[in-house]
């Protein structure tokens, strides 16, 4: 669900600009689905002219990024994410794993939920996190149940947030106390 919502164009109504952006990209006969986008994406950045590679990781990461921050500035992020070699790897990486559904069957935790539910979770979700949608947190703390402790932050999806950073060592303290 996440990598469809990422990547078909769910989130344009949110940024209407930067998805333009990045399916621009695209040629319309590969715009269909997210993953025809996303193969297109893969087969570009996998390109032997770096040049190409390097353009289509940038877009990839910017576009992602984009939607992992509440505190969404579009020049500091070109700023920060054009050019920077680690983008192809990174993103070769995440579309290969995507591609390939993450290698596990769509709904595999939550079908498979009696296996782990008597385990103590704790989950820290950004209400504003549009790579990974608050509905599946939400949906994994009602199939587990009361040893679940989801708690919502007033964030987005980036680990470093320091609302992520700032709930995550309370609840982690709670362990060593």
Not at 37 to 42: E, T
Not at 75 to 80: D, F, I, M, P, W
Not at 114 to 132: A, N, R, Y
Request: hydrophobic share 40%; glycine share 4%.
């Amino acid at each position: 669900f996440e990598v469809d919502f990422v990547n078909d164009g769910r989130l344009q109504c949110f940024f209407p600009a930067e998805w333009k952006r990045f399916v621009s990209l695209v040629p319309t006969e590969h715009q269909k689905t997210g993953d025809d986008a996303m193969k297109y994406y893969a087969g570009k950045m996998r390109s032997t002219d770096k040049r190409e590679a390097q353009k289509y990781a940038d877009e990839w990461t910017l576009w992602e990024i984009t939607l992992c921050s509440v505190d969404y500035d579009q020049k500091k992020l070109e700023k920060s994410i054009i050019g920077d070699k680690s983008n192809i790897a990174l993103a070769i990486l995440e579309t290969h794993y995507f591609l390939n559904k993450c290698f596990v069957p769509e709904n595999y935790i939550l079908d498979n939920i009696d296996k782990i539910k008597h385990i103590p979770c704790m989950v820290i979700q950004g209400h504003f996190d549009m790579c990974t949608p608050p509905i599946s947190a939400y949906d994994l703390a009602q199939a587990y149940g009361s040893k679940l402790d989801l708690q919502w932050v007033n964030a987005g999806h980036i680990s470093k947030d320091p609302k992520i950073v700032t709930h995550f060592k309370k609840s982690l303290m709670r362990f060593f106390v």
